[in-house]
């Protein structure tokens, strides 16, 4: 059925309006070929948005999610497609090869991680870990514009930077068995979510200065 569905769109305009996930779904994406970014309703709940929780928080997690989602379209494969969602080669030489330099060290540093024994793969996992950094740091930028309209509060003895940072660690908690985190350690684009924390909070000077 969902084939068919599928094949029955050839040589039919693309349809903008679809998703490709459903309203329910605890995700978000973006689409290289659609030039979007989408957030189904279903993310909109703890731990990724929480609307008794404090900015601080909501700006680290939801607003973190939403910066990696926007930093896709620049990592080493979304860069890859223009404004209406073509593969097409509209960045320079030079802006190319200063990226591939710099992602090169985000590549070697999540080499040095692992799980049970497993190693990270830093190539593997580029793109994400490219997207959890920009996020990150979009996120935060856009926490300390909000700062300078709000009033700072300490919160259970953390300033607003540092419970941003707690909200962003939070997000990304999960359980699983040690089977699991080790077939994801080699085959899922997304590092651990241990390394997903502290490999990306490491590369962020304001986090530092934060703690």
Avoid: C
């Avoid at 709940?45 to 973190?64: M, V």
Wanted: glycine residues 8%; aromatic residues 12%.
């Amino acid at each position: 059925q969902g084939h068919k569905r599928e094949v029955a769109k050839l040589k039919k305009p693309i349809d903008r309006t679809e998703w490709y996930m459903y309203p329910q779904t605890v995700n978000a994406y973006y689409s290289p070929g659609m030039n979007e970014i989408v957030f189904p309703a279903a993310i909109l709940q703890p731990p990724f948005f929480n609307f008794s929780a404090d900015d601080a928080i909501n700006y680290g997690a939801i607003g973190s999610v939403i910066g990696h989602e926007i930093t896709h379209g620049f990592d080493d494969q979304g860069s890859k497609f223009d404004g209406k969602g073509n593969m097409k080669k509209w960045w320079t030489d030079s802006d190319r090869k200063r990226f591939e330099k710099k992602s090169k060290i985000l590549v070697d540093q999540f080499n040095t991680f692992s799980v049970d024994g497993v190693q990270v793969n830093g190539k593997l996992t580029l793109g994400e870990n490219i997207a959890d950094l920009g996020g990150a740091a979009i996120a935060f930028d856009a926490f300390m514009e909000h700062l300078k309209k709000s009033k700072r509060v300490m919160i259970d003895g953390f300033t607003p930077e540092q419970r941003f940072f707690l909200g962003f660690a939070q997000q990304e908690q999960e359980i699983a068995r040690d089977e699991f985190k080790k077939t994801a350690a080699l085959t899922d684009p997304h590092s651990p979510a241990e390394t997903r924390v502290n490999g990306t909070l490491a590369n962020l000077t304001e986090f530092h200065e934060a703690f």
